[in-house]
């Protein structure tokens, strides 16, 4: 049918030549010059805020089928970004520059969008890049993604049907609180989650951002984080931030993994400790008389 429909105006044009007739208002008589010029190519770019059905590690546009908030999953996008330069053939790794920025950056806006650390509550967060052929061509977003998980212990996603937006800005059941701390030789096996009216040991207090080191060395300064961990217990619990605070309470920290210290992540979080004795009451601002010197 194209064809034919071209014969048509090509005839028509010899039959007017013939003719000696002039050409139309608008027409120069070169078909070769009045196609107008093709946009370039889009690249994918995913939205945000949008929930999925599964976490994902790699960005495949083929695989991106966002879902309704209100319908179950088990991630969301609370976060779209673009790194401002990668000149790297493959998307970053977790020890790069870009890495770092793009951690950062979901780092800042998800804390924005939850109203408080999202570390401060039974959330994860993870940064996806575009699958290599998307990077190949162009692509250069990153998401930043989070998802419910289990427990402190147990960073596994679960299903929701509501949105993490500002999960955390107000009291949450999200949020960490008491724990049945286990314990074997002086080690913390688990951290079982309890109302701080039930028998308990431990209590989160807040989180600790390390400074820039060697991974070796921030896990060879064990005692810098506690003496750190224990400035955030004497303001959680309203006592004088001294030397004294070691003989009040201790202290356990849970800290960043090689992979995630590398790709950015500094942030520990620190929790009050009675070894000493059972705690049926939350510390926070419970002063000198709840936590005395032993």
Known sequence: MRRWLTGIALGTVVTLALAGCTKPAGIDGDL???????????VFTPESPTCHAQPEAIGYVRA????????????????????PSADTPTPPGYDSDPMRTAFAECDREV???????????????????????????????????????RGLDAPIPVER???????LAGPSPLRHGCFDAKTSDDEVTEMVAVKCTAR???????VWKAPNSSYRAFLDNAERTHRNCRSL??????????????YRVGTIFYHPSETGWHSGNRAVQCFLWSGERVL???????GSRALPIT
Not at 32 to 42: I, L
Not at 161 to 167: E, I
Not at 234 to 241: G, L, R, T
Not at 280 to 286: D, I, L, P, W, Y
Request: glycine fraction near 8%; aromatic fraction near 8%; charge should be negative.
């Open 32 to 42: 070769s010059d009045d196609w107008a010029p093709m946009a370039a190519p889009a």
């Open 280 to 286: 049926t009451r939350s510390m926070k601002g419970a």
């Open 200 to 206: 308990h040991r431990a209590e989160f207090v807040g």
């Open 64 to 83: 991106y089928a966002p879902v309704d908030c209100d319908q179950p999953h088990r991630a969301e996008t609370l976060h779209v970004g673009t790194l």
């Open 111 to 149: 804390r924005t969008a939850l109203g408080a650390d999202w570390r401060s509550g039974r959330i994860g967060m993870s940064v996806v890049f575009p699958a290599p052929a998307a990077w190949t061509g162009g692509a250069r977003w990153f998401r930043c993604d989070v998802t419910e998980d």
């Open 233 to 246: 217990v004497a303001k959680f619990a309203k006592v004088p931030d001294d030397d004294n605070v070691q």
């Open 161 to 167: 049907t509501a949105s993490l937006s500002g999960a």
